[in-house]
């Protein structure tokens, strides 16, 4: 069984990295997630958000272009998704990654984005772009609370629940 920090190193390892270079790129990217001080520890000694964390640490010690998450935090509760959204949103901050966040949590989905992709039910089309900014206020520091309760995120929540018709296109009083 591998502890924490192997499972970080392991695509490094599949890649030929020497063991001493990735054993270091794991400790760097487990501090980075704030995991620092759990490289022995064994992934089932780990709470759910600490085990999110070991994952994201693992992609970002590929070094990739783009950081692709697919509903990272859906089985988080809600105070540890926010500590999450908070902690991933830092990282795009300090390393400047490209991150596809695919989230069907549309509080989530306004806070985290800087461009919102809406789509159609399977098969999956683009319906609609929204370029947004509250990812970029919290980086600034407006604080999440303050966000949320911005009357322009409400309005832009509300505008992405409001329902579809059947032919994928939003109905025309739910049109900004």
Same mark, same amino acid.
């Given at each position: 069984?591998?502890? /924490?920090?192997?499972?970080? $190193? +392991?695509?490094?390892?599949?890649a030929? /990295?020497? @063991?001493m270079?990735?054993?270091?790129?794991a400790?760097?990217?487990?501090? @980075?997630?704030?995991?620092? !001080? =759990?490289?022995? *520890?064994? &992934?089932?000694?780990?709470?759910? !958000?600490q085990?999110?964390? /070991?994952?994201?640490?693992?992609a970002?010690? =590929?070094?990739?272009?783009?950081?692709?998450?697919?509903?990272? +935090?859906? =089985?988080l509760? =809600?105070f540890?998704? #926010?500590?999450?959204?908070?902690?991933?949103?830092?990282?795009?901050?300090?390393?400047?990654?490209?991150?596809?966040l695919?989230?069907? #949590? &549309?509080?989530?989905?306004?806070?985290?984005?800087?461009?919102?992709?809406l789509?159609?039910?399977?098969?999956?089309?683009v319906?609609?772009? %929204?370029?947004?900014?509250?990812? *970029?206020? +919290? /980086? $600034?520091?407006?604080?999440s *609370?303050?966000?949320k309760? #911005?009357?322009?995120f409400?309005?832009?929540?509300?505008?992405? %629940?409001?329902p579809?018709?059947s032919? !994928? *296109?939003?109905?025309?009083?739910?049109?900004?």
């Amino acid at each position: 069984m591998a502890h /924490v920090r192997d499972n970080v $190193a +392991f695509g490094l390892q599949l890649a030929g /990295v020497e @063991k001493m270079q990735r054993l270091e790129i794991a400790h760097q990217m487990l501090k @980075k997630v704030g995991l620092e !001080g =759990a490289e022995k *520890r064994y &992934i089932w000694q780990l709470s759910g !958000g600490q085990r999110q964390r /070991v994952g994201i640490a693992r992609a970002l010690a =590929a070094n990739p272009q783009l950081l692709l998450l697919d509903e990272p +935090f859906g =089985a988080l509760d =809600a105070f540890t998704r #926010d500590q999450m959204q908070t902690l991933l949103l830092k990282l795009w901050q300090e390393t400047g990654k490209q991150v596809l966040l695919i989230t069907h #949590d &549309i509080e989530e989905a306004v806070f985290m984005a800087t461009e919102l992709v809406l789509l159609s039910p399977g098969p999956g089309r683009v319906l609609e772009r %929204l370029p947004l900014n509250f990812a *970029r206020r +919290f /980086v $600034a520091g407006e604080s999440s *609370r303050s966000i949320k309760s #911005d009357p322009r995120f409400i309005a832009m929540r509300e505008y992405v %629940l409001s329902p579809y018709l059947s032919n !994928g *296109r939003r109905s025309h009083e739910c049109a900004h």
